[in-house]
């Protein structure tokens, strides 16, 4: 399901996208996702480096199967190619009208030796210019990263019966809010991505929401508590453990 490759990064957009989805499966269909592939510009490239961390977080607790294209999980961006180095076929035979594929098809960046790491000859790509840092090896060491936030995500995924194989079920929100629950039993998750610049505070009914945060974007706020409302920063987004009892209501009104 190549959807999300196309759809304008939006959240009232991406919401109706999945619903859409879930609503044309067959009963016991399994969805699938995919963010980024060979052929289309990176996503980090798309909707710039903070968002595709909320689109990672996107991509793993969504119903069904993700696909992570490489070099996502550490945050590589779409790279411009001169036209010397230029390999696509698309692009040589149609120079200059942007339909060239090579930005998105760069070695992967394992560390900050020569070539990234790639291979001890020339590539046959350029490689990114921030591949001193933006690599494999230095994210691993950097409990902030890109590459830690999709090793935390899918370790949640691992943990969690809910965010496995549970129900899919959209809370209606507005602006740049999305929010749904993931359910297995009597495990629920409750996912608040924010899409946009500006700080949000999502206040539900009775202000009996209560949880703990499992994942947070940032990484700076895991196993931290929430009553009453949750607060999410700009390009924030968490994925919260709801307590039994906890009340989520299908609409923010």
Not at 35 to 54: C, S
């Amino acid at each position: 399901n190549f959807a999300l490759l196309s759809t304008p990064w939006r959240a009232r957009e991406i919401a109706k996208l999945i619903d859409d989805y879930e609503a044309a499966l067959p009963s016991g269909g399994w969805p699938n996702w995919v963010l980024g592939n060979h052929d289309r510009p990176r996503i980090a490239g798309r909707v710039g480096p903070a968002q595709a961390r909320i689109a990672a977080m996107l991509l793993l607790t969504l119903r069904g199967t993700p696909t992570i294209y490489y070099g996502d999980e550490i945050g590589m961006t779409q790279v411009p190619i001169p036209p010397d180095r230029v390999r696509d076929p698309f692009e040589r035979n149609v120079p200059g009208i942007g339909c060239g594929r090579d930005g998105a098809r760069t070695p992967m960046q394992w560390d900050a030796t020569a070539h990234a790491g790639f291979s001890t000859a020339e590539p046959w790509l350029p490689v990114a210019d921030g591949f001193g840092t933006d690599n494999v090896e230095h994210e691993r060491l950097d409990p902030a990263s890109t590459f830690q936030l999709y090793r935390r995500l899918i370790a949640a995924r691992r943990r969690s019966p809910a965010l496995q194989r549970g129900d899919y079920r959209p809370i209606l929100a507005s602006g740049d809010l999305l929010l749904y629950v993931r359910q297995h039993g009597d495990e629920r998750m409750l996912i608040g991505l924010n899409l946009g610049r500006e700080d949000a505070v999502v206040a539900f009914p009775d202000r009996e929401l209560r949880g703990e945060i499992v994942v947070s974007s940032a990484g700076d706020r895991d196993g931290e508590k929430v009553e009453g409302e949750l607060g999410l920063r700009g390009d924030e987004g968490i994925v919260l453990s709801l307590a039994s009892g906890a009340v989520v209501p299908r609409s923010l009104g």
